[in-house]
């Protein structure tokens, strides 16, 4: 059913760290590998020929902000977001897409979905593909079929982005549990929400670049230690005083 | 917005069809027209027809049109199903109408039942249809007041156009259809004006910095994309049309839905002849499926999606063009 549990048990969720994520496509590449792989992998691409079509569900831009030297390169991974009240799955009508009430991911049925794309206009994030291929709809499942995976062991139960993030920028867990790991890294970090304003309550956090200096050192700046420091500086300056007359 | 061609096509002949037999209804329950059985054959017969084509065109849109049927399950919240449930309940009454209008004219009571019902069937449909661009908030353009109501008027317009040139052609015609024919068109140039002023001047909603919830670290540009190859989410959402063409549009749709239409019908009131009065009728009509066609078309082209702004870094659109912009 496309109307909305009334709440989740969890909120299972990406926590994404804007300060160490350094663009290097290894979660999507992973995600992508991971999707495609085997008979129930979700997504059926075209790779070959003048025009390959395929199905990608995490993306990861690389922008600039700021001017000049205080200007900074952020790496920004975008996937769906899971939202909490989510108008991609209200407004489709045919009940493919819904949210689940044990753990709040947000799932398209692909038997069901007749790919009328609605959901996709509805999404702010940009984060639903349309499988040409396959007719339907495409999204991140937040590795459902990983995350409670027996047959995998217990450290790779986790999405495939997370697995493979080799500098730990992509954390997992429950956001809705204020003692989880997610949650205590959201409090301590500011994790933020993309674009609240638009209600969506998105599930998936994202936590900002640490905070820098600005100003490069001048050249020629020594290291100094501050106890025999303070004695150095007054010499100096009494001998700058009396070669100065 | 990517204008998707089947759903244009869709909504100009499903909103003539649902106008025309809305106006064939309202006329009916108030004795305006003859019950004449070639009215009624025809009238409702195209306006089915019209409703029908549209629906089955529409379905060139789905990515599995043999799942369509699907489509009615989720009326609790989602506006498309509703709109296809409305469509489809609507067949109903307007296939009564028919066969009561032709083979059973004398059954009034019953008549009048089909015609209430089927004109609420047809003004819901047709509202469903707005709403469901109405209540996209990831589209700024269409998510205002009046983007529901002028698919209303502009389907009731396109359906009196219809109805006028069958009252023509019938020899059944009279003036109030061209007085109906007025009062919609400058409706419809006053809410579209509107509509283009509120999407002017409304300011963007969102900047690259907002939707990577990094304000105040200065001015955000996109570095490098994350993919060398167009995706689903630019060609879909990605459509930029140039400003210029825009305006010229803006004035086109004024001229096919609004100008050729009042003036045939101002001539229409003032000529005698019935044969003129068919073929200005059959250009009426000619002309506003032409408008309607663009201002669907335009109504695609001019939104844009805020998902876009992740690849662009900017909105496309930024202050004003021509025609309702000042």
Redesign the interface.
């Known amino acids: 059913m496309t109307a909305l549990p009334e709440r989740t048990e969890k909120k299972l969720g990406l926590v994404i760290d804007l300060d160490t994520c350094v663009g290097c496509q290894a979660c999507a590449t992973s995600c992508k590998e991971w999707n495609t792989q085997g008979e129930l992998g979700p997504l059926h691409d075209d790779p070959h020929g003048a025009n390959p079509r395929g199905t990608w569900l995490n993306r990861v831009h690389t922008y600039e902000t700021g001017e000049g030297a205080r200007s900074r390169t952020v790496h920004f991974p975008r996937s769906c977001l899971h939202c909490e009240t989510p108008l991609c799955v209200t407004v489709c009508p045919t009940g493919a897409s819904y949210k689940r009430a044990e753990d709040g991911i947000v799932l398209v049925n692909p038997d069901t979905c007749i790919g009328c794309k609605l959901c996709s206009w509805a999404c702010p994030y940009g984060a639903r593909e349309y499988d040409y291929n396959s007719g339907v709809m495409k999204k991140c499942t937040l590795c459902v079929d990983r995350i409670y995976n027996e047959t995998l062991a217990p450290e790779d139960r986790i999405p495939a982005c997370v697995k493979a993030c080799p500098t730990g920028a992509r954390h997992f867990g429950d956001i809705g549990d204020p003692e989880s790991a997610v949650s205590r890294l959201i409090d301590e970090r500011g994790g933020f929400d993309l674009m609240p304003e638009l209600g969506y309550r998105p599930t998936n956090k994202y936590l900002p670049p640490r905070s820098r200096t600005d100003v490069p050192p001048p050249i020629g700046t020594e290291v100094r230690d501050s106890a025999s420091n303070a004695l150095a500086e007054r010499f100096f300056a009494w001998a700058d005083q009396l070669l100065s007359r | 917005?990517n204008p998707p061609y089947s759903v244009i096509v869709f909504t100009t002949a499903a909103g003539a069809g649902y106008g025309l037999l809305f106006w064939l209804a309202l006329a009916v329950v108030a004795h305006a027209v003859p019950i004449e059985p070639v009215l009624g054959a025809t009238g409702v017969l195209l306006a089915m027809v019209l409703v029908t084509t549209g629906l089955l065109l529409s379905s060139l849109?789905?990515?599995?049109?043999e799942?369509?049927w699907?489509?009615?399950?989720?009326y609790?919240?989602?506006?498309?199903?509703r709109e296809?449930i409305a469509a489809i309940a609507t067949y109903i009454p307007a296939v009564a109408l028919a066969a009561i209008w032709v083979f059973a004219p004398e059954q009034r009571i019953c008549m009048l039942v089909a015609a209430v019902l089927s004109g609420i069937g047809a003004s819901v449909t047709v509202w469903c249809t707005g709403m469901?661009y109405a209540?996209?908030?990831?589209?700024p353009a269409w998510n205002q007041r009046l983007t529901a109501p002028i698919y209303l008027v502009i389907a009731g317009g396109s359906g009196a156009v219809l109805l006028n040139l069958i009252l023509s052609a019938t020899g059944l015609w009279q003036p109030l259809a061209v007085w109906i024919v007025l009062l919609l068109m400058i409706s419809a140039f006053g809410l579209k004006l509107g509509y283009w002023k509120v999407i002017d001047m409304r300011s963007h909603r969102?900047t690259?910095?907002?939707?990577?919830?990094?304000t105040g670290?200065?001015?955000?540009?996109?570095?490098?994309?994350?993919?060398t190859?167009a995706?689903?989410?630019m060609r879909?959402?990605g459509y930029a049309i140039a400003r210029k063409h825009r305006s010229h549009l803006r004035w086109l749709v004024i001229l096919f839905i609004v100008a050729v239409p009042m003036t045939s019908a101002v001539l229409q009131l003032t000529t005698g002849g019935v044969a003129t009065r068919l073929v200005l009728a059959a250009s009426a009509a000619l002309s506003v499926t032409l408008g309607v066609l663009i201002e669907r078309w335009l109504f695609f082209a001019e939104a844009e999606?805020?998902?876009?702004i992740?690849?662009s870094?900017q909105q496309s659109r930024k202050g004003t063009s021509g025609l309702a912009s000042k």
């Open positions: 917005m849109h789905l990515g599995r049109p799942r369509a699907r489509a009615l399950s989720q609790r919240t989602s506006w498309l199903a296809g469901i209540t996209l908030p990831t589209i969102v690259l910095a907002e939707a990577i919830g990094l670290y200065g001015p955000v540009r996109p570095l490098i994309p994350p993919h190859q995706n689903f989410v879909e959402m999606h805020i998902s876009i992740y690849y870094g």
